[in-house]
Every structure is written in C-alpha cells, then in structure tokens.
C-alpha cells in the first residue's frame, strides 16, 4: 500500500471516530457553550445518547499516580482537575478551551477521569463511559473497606496482595515517599497507621459499622462521598489523612508505595509553614501538633475540642496529678551569721531538701495542685558519663525503662526554672505515646543523649506509676504491649547530622481475639521506601525517641462507643454549602 493510501486510510479513521455520534441535541450544546466561557464548569453529558466505549485500551496503568495533590499542570487551579488516564498527569476542565481539551487533541490521549467522582469521559467528544473494566483504576480514587475487610487486616498470617507487576507487598506494610525531607513526618504516619482504631476509624470514613450497609453490600464501584463517609464535610487536612490511612492500607493498590504529597501539602498549608516538605522537622513537635490538630477539627473548633471527646482523645489522652512548690530562695538580706555556708541557695533552711540534698516539698508551704490531661508523655533519660573508660572509648550508658518512668511514680521530685514538682498518673489512655528526651538546648548549643533505653516489647506494667481518683473507681488495667517504636540515627559526635528516622511496627498475631500461641508478630523496621523485617529482640538497640503502647483489650475499649464519635462539620465547609 503506498503512503498517500495509508493517510487516507488514517484520516478515514480518525473522521470515524467523530461522526459515530449522534447530533448533539440543543441541551448538549447550550452545555458545552456554557463550560466553554467557564473552564472550570462541569459538562455532563446527555444520558440517552447511545455512545461506544473507545480508546480504552489506551489506558495505561503503569502511569498512573493518584498520590498527589489534585492540581492542574497547566492551570496550576484545583478546580474540576481530570486525570488523563493515558499519561497521568492532571488537567483541569472538560469542554472545549479547556486544558484537558486541548490535551486529547494535542496529543490524542482521549480518556480522562474525574478526580472527586471518579467518573471516566472521552475527550474530545465529551461522553461518559460506564464500564467494568474501569473499576481497578475508579477504585484507586474511592477506596473503601467493608466491615469484613476491616477484621481481617490483623488476621494472623494475613494475606498479600500483587501490585500491577505482580510483585507482592503486604497491605499496611509499605514505603512511604521522602517528598525532600520529610522522612520525619513519615515516620509519625506509619506509627499511627497502625494503631487499630484510629486506622479502623478513618477507613470507614468516622461513620459508625452499623451505619455502612450502603458499604457493606453495594454491588458495583462505590462512590467517592461513600467512601468518605461522615468525614466528607469535616476539614482537608481530616480528609487527606483518612485518604493517606486508606491508601497505606490499600489491598488492591497499583504500587507497593505511598506518597503522602497531598497530606503533607495540607499539613504546611495548616500549620501555616511551621511544617514543609523542604525542611526537616522533630517528629515529636509534628506528632503533637497533627493529634491536637485532627482533634480540634474533628471535634468541631477550640471551644468544641475541650468538651467532645473524639477518636484521638479516646485513644491517646491520659491524666496526670502535677504538685508544685516555688523554690524558697535567699533574699540576700539575711545575716551573715545566721546563714549556712553550705546551703547556698537556702533550700536545706527552707525545709526542700532532704539529708541527701534532693528536692522536696515543704509541707508548711503551699502546695499547687493539677489534673492535667496528655496526649503525650515527656520522659527524661540519665545524662551520659563524662568520663571515659579504660579503653579511651566513650561508654554508651543504658537504663531500664522502669527507671526513667519513675518520674511519675508520686514519690520522686523534679526541680526546674525555680519550681519543684511531683508527678502522678491518674489515667491511663488505651494507647500511651512515650517520647523521650533526647535533645537537649541551653543558650549556646544542642545536645544529643544517646542514653539506650531497655524495654520488653510486651507486658509493660504501669501500675506503680497509676493511681485511682477515688477508692470507688474500677481497677485499671495497666499492662501495655509495644505498638510502634521510633528511632533515630545521627552521625557519632554530632547532634543531628545525617539524621535517620526510622519506624518499627509489627503485624498482630491477635486480631480482633485472644493471642494466638501458631503465629507470632512479625516486626518491620520503616525508613521511607527501605522496609527490612527486623528481630524483636533487638528493637531496644536503637536510640528509641517515640514510642506507642497498646493497653489490653483497648480496641473493643475504644470502639464500644464509636456513634458519640461522629466527626463535626466544618464551620468553612458549612458556610461554603450555604
């Protein structure tokens, strides 16, 4: 066949694909005529036109990333953006003058999908498609568990899944991008990915089990508001973390990676720069303000967050008695012969001291007393040596964990910027977070303790560390397994150079039952996309700096109640409706 045959032939076939449509009737056009002075305006197409599913075989998977925030690559608007489902990328509008228009002519990729439907068009003849090949790639858009599906994430021995190369991964197992240096606020993801009912909690969407039989048993794709549960009119940053959790924990996922740029966009957005992508951050300073945050907005604004409980208060807050005496310190206008010389600050006189000089409270003085709820709770570890072995070698000191949480025994005294305190738990949360100091600043420089921290991964008794409001409250359970573990790495002799955060999660060999003596956990240690199974019995050889405890029986704790936990809505997002 020549060549001027073989245009022809193109060109025929190109006419083709144009003319199989019926005329447009005078709704469709009055439409297209409308999104055509509005770029950003729906088009909805007629639903009785008889149409052909064409060019899905151009669809190509491999190229497809749903991670990243929903904005135009030409635009740069966040307004009805469409992801061309051949190349990927994100456009926005459907008519014509529009970027996605232009794009199926410019380079013939013709099938697009709506990212808040996820409903598929053909451009640039502008038809839906509703067919069931679709529904893998629909499904990356609105993903969503059934109450089934929720059970068995910690069914020992759970299964795996295949990504789209066939290679295998175990969902709520996988890397997280480092999006420039957030390998910190990945580290805090992953560890409270998996705790149980927080993560139970944003994957059905915070609307209660009885409530999703649309979910449970809806034959088809399920739509994206469904899939968002009651956490459709709550904040973007609640929204983006519940599509981050779904994501990590995504059985059908076309990769075995996560990146959380959406979330982490919200993130800087909200905290207003305190967090960005491009600069590295504590992971306690990020962990304390996403939990005080999600509770604030879940719990419907600052005046709500003090008075509704919600799922992070149900799951991390605690209670702890602070006692504290000012220091009674010398005015200098004492005599001379009535001073000891060896009490130099005048605590001994001052009856806060005892004979072997530690602190203590002066009964004939006032004592200020608190009850003060946590999310979070600050342990200090011992100093390091100053002095070195006989090797000439630095001494990396180690201590139990019994030790340093003996701060909140009720016994012991801490004295600091002119005030003696003593401290006492008075509740314990289903999950406890630990965050132990290591870094530590004066006026001039920082310092790095590398203190090791010795800690069982299970049976960790809080009991003398505990005590009852009132002699008629129920007995506490106090016994608590490790749930996650955060670490860090720096180079020897310095504070933070080449700082590697880590995160160490496990499987659950319990699931929604009693322990199960043929499985046992499984550790995986996280850092971003490295994931290397890691031996239990060494977790403790890591400078621990987070830490996340699960109580006894605290999933059915927290989840006894979840209908008094239904998300608020949004103030903005309200007034916006109205």
């Known amino acids: 066949?020549?060549?001027?045959?073989?245009?022809?032939?193109?060109?025929?076939?190109?006419?083709?694909r144009l003319e199989f449509q019926p005329k447009a009737s005078t709704k469709e056009t009055k439409q297209s005529e409308s999104e055509t002075q509005n770029p950003g305006a729906e088009v909805i197409a007629n639903p009785n036109s008889v149409r052909h599913d064409l060019y899905l075989d151009t669809i190509n998977r491999s190229?497809?990333?749903?991670?990243?925030?929903?904005?135009c690559c030409v635009s740069l608007s966040n307004v009805n953006i469409y992801a061309c489902l051949v190349c990927g990328k994100y456009f926005q509008g459907r008519g014509k003058r529009t970027p996605a228009y232009f794009h199926s002519i410019n380079d013939e990729h013709h099938v697009f999908m709506n990212l808040s439907n996820a409903r598929v068009y053909i451009l640039p003849e502008n038809y839906e498609v509703q067919d069931t090949s679709l529904s893998d790639v629909q499904y990356q858009i609105s993903i969503s568990f059934s109450e089934k599906q929720i059970r068995q994430l910690d069914a020992p021995g759970g299964k795996l899944s295949r990504t789209l190369h066939s290679d295998t991964y175990r969902p709520g197992f996988v890397g997280l991008n480092n999006m420039g240096a957030s390998d910190a606020f990945n580290v805090v993801i992953q560890a409270l990915a998996h705790v149980p009912p927080l993560r139970n909690y944003f994957l059905r969407g915070g609307s209660p089990a009885a409530s999703r039989?649309?979910?449970?048993?809806?034959?088809?794709?399920?739509?994206?508001?469904?899939?968002?549960?009651?956490?459709?009119?709550?904040?973007?940053?609640?929204?983006?973390f519940a599509m981050l959790v779904r994501r990590i924990w995504n059985p059908h996922s076309f990769k075995a990676q996560v990146s959380p740029h959406e979330f982490l966009q919200e993130v800087a957005r909200t905290s207003q720069g305190r967090f960005k992508l491009t600069e590295q951050a504590d992971p306690v300073e990020f962990l304390g303000w996403l939990l005080n945050r999600l509770h604030h907005d879940l719990a419907g604004g600052s005046s709500a967050a003090r008075k509704r409980s919600t799922i992070i208060s149900r799951c991390f807050q605690g209670k702890v008695r602070v006692e504290s005496q000012n220091v009674i310190v010398r005015t200098g206008l004492e005599e001379d012969d009535t001073i000891d010389k060896l009490d130099h600050d005048g605590r001994q006189k001052g009856g806060q001291q005892d004979?072997?000089?530690?602190?203590?409270f002066n009964i004939d003085q006032a004592i200020s007393t608190n009850i003060t709820p946590f999310l979070l709770l600050a342990v200090d570890l011992p100093p390091p040596p100053v002095f070195q072995d006989a090797a000439k070698e630095n001494i990396i000191p180690q201590?139990?964990?019994?030790?340093?949480?003996?701060?909140?025994?009720g016994s012991t005294f801490q004295?600091?910027?002119?005030?003696?305190?003593?401290?006492?738990?008075?509740?314990l949360p289903p999950y406890l977070i630990l965050h132990f100091r290591r870094f530590t600043k004066n006026r001039f420089v920082e310092e790095r303790n590398p203190t090791i921290v010795n800690f069982p991964t299970v049976?960790?008794?809080?009991?003398?560390?505990?005590?009852?409001?009132?002699?008629?409250?129920?007995p506490l359970e106090t016994v608590y397994n490790l749930l996650a573990n955060i670490t860090h790495e720096a180079t020897p002799g310095t504070v933070r150079e080449n700082s590697i955060w880590r995160s160490q999660v496990h499987t659950r060999a319990d699931g929604d039952k009693e322990p199960a003596s043929t499985v046992e956990e499984r550790w995986f240690q996280m850092q971003d996309l490295i994931m290397d199974e890691v031996n239990k019995q060494i977790l403790f050889l890591g400078e621990s700096y987070i830490q996340v405890w699960e109580r006894k029986n605290a999933v059915v704790e927290v989840e006894k109640d979840l209908k008094l936990l239904i998300p608020a809505r949004n103030q903005a997002h309200t007034q916006k409706s109205a």
């Open 1 to 16: 066949m020549s060549d001027d045959r073989r245009t022809g032939a193109e060109s025929d076939a190109k006419r083709a």
């Open 63 to 71: 190229q497809l990333d749903f991670d990243f925030e929903k904005v």
């Open 213 to 240: 039989g649309n979910i449970e048993f809806k034959q088809g794709p399920i739509e994206v508001d469904e899939a968002t549960g009651a956490l459709l009119h709550s904040s973007e940053l609640v929204k983006r």
């Open 355 to 360: 004979q072997h000089g530690n602190a203590k």
């Open 399 to 409: 201590t139990p964990i019994s030790k340093i949480l003996s701060k909140y025994d």
């Open 415 to 427: 004295e600091a910027n002119g005030v003696i305190r003593r401290f006492h738990l008075t509740n």
């Open 459 to 474: 049976g960790l008794d809080m009991r003398e560390y505990v005590e009852s409001v009132s002699s008629n409250d129920p």
